[in-house]
């Protein structure tokens, strides 16, 4: 735990300095519906302000041809840092980067998001399991797409997720968080993801205590 604590700050710190290229091209040609067009699912170069951008580099899920597709991006740190917790930070930019507005080439290209504008993410609560994020609307009540957007696209971020398993996120309530993860059927299906997740609860360590973690998600 220290040293992935270790190897989050350091990310963060060097996210602060880096400057990065554009947004990677992903040839992915997919089927829309039962007409025979097509969609190209790849951008034809960086965005305009990319090479720019100071940030850290992440891909970010996004919706082409009704599945999810990833796209590299050099992500800015958010101006305004409401939490000095080097994880929420970086969920942070990964939500403002889901939410912005695509560029021309990404929408040539057949890309489209659902993230909501305005969502914000906070540190856990007390006796929230270890690596919770609590969101500022309850998952469960975003658009399936949306949800599955960012449950893949927090699970693939070394900064955020402390391992391959599903993403735990709550809301700004009471509520219990859940366990999300980012499946195949996930990702080509994201529409049809589940309802609710799995509730996140303590499993005891081989001390016989009791260890803050995920238990897996359904399929």
Do not use: H, Y
């Not at 829309?32 to 899920?61: D, H, K, L, M, Y």
């Not at 305004?80 to 939500?95: G, T």
């Amino acid at each position: 735990m220290a040293a992935w604590k270790r190897r989050t700050a350091a990310l963060v710190m060097g996210a602060l300095a880096l400057s990065g290229c554009g947004i990677r091209a992903t040839t992915v040609p997919v089927d829309v519906g039962a007409a025979p067009s097509r969609v190209s699912c790849e951008t034809a170069g960086q965005s305009a302000g990319q090479s720019e951008v100071q940030g850290f580099r992440a891909t970010v899920e996004l919706v082409c041809g009704s599945q999810l597709v990833g796209v590299e991006r050099v992500v800015p740190i958010p101006e305004k840092r409401a939490s000095r917790d080097a994880v929420v930070l970086i969920a942070q930019a990964l939500l403002e980067e889901l939410e912005r507005s695509l560029s021309a080439e990404e929408r040539d290209g057949g890309f489209t998001t659902s993230v909501p504008d305005q969502l914000s993410a906070s540190p856990a609560r007390p006796g929230d399991p270890a690596g919770t994020l609590r969101l500022s609307r309850k998952p469960e009540d975003l658009p399936p797409v949306a949800l599955a957007q960012i449950v893949c696209t927090l699970s693939a971020s070394d900064a955020v997720s402390a391992g391959p398993g599903p993403v735990v996120l709550g809301g700004p309530n009471a509520d219990p968080p859940r366990a999300w993860e980012c499946t195949d059927a996930v990702r080509s299906r994201p529409e049809s993801v589940p309802t609710l997740g799995d509730l996140a609860s303590p499993t005891p360590t081989a001390s016989g205590s009791p260890s803050p973690s995920p238990s897996p998600s359904a399929t």
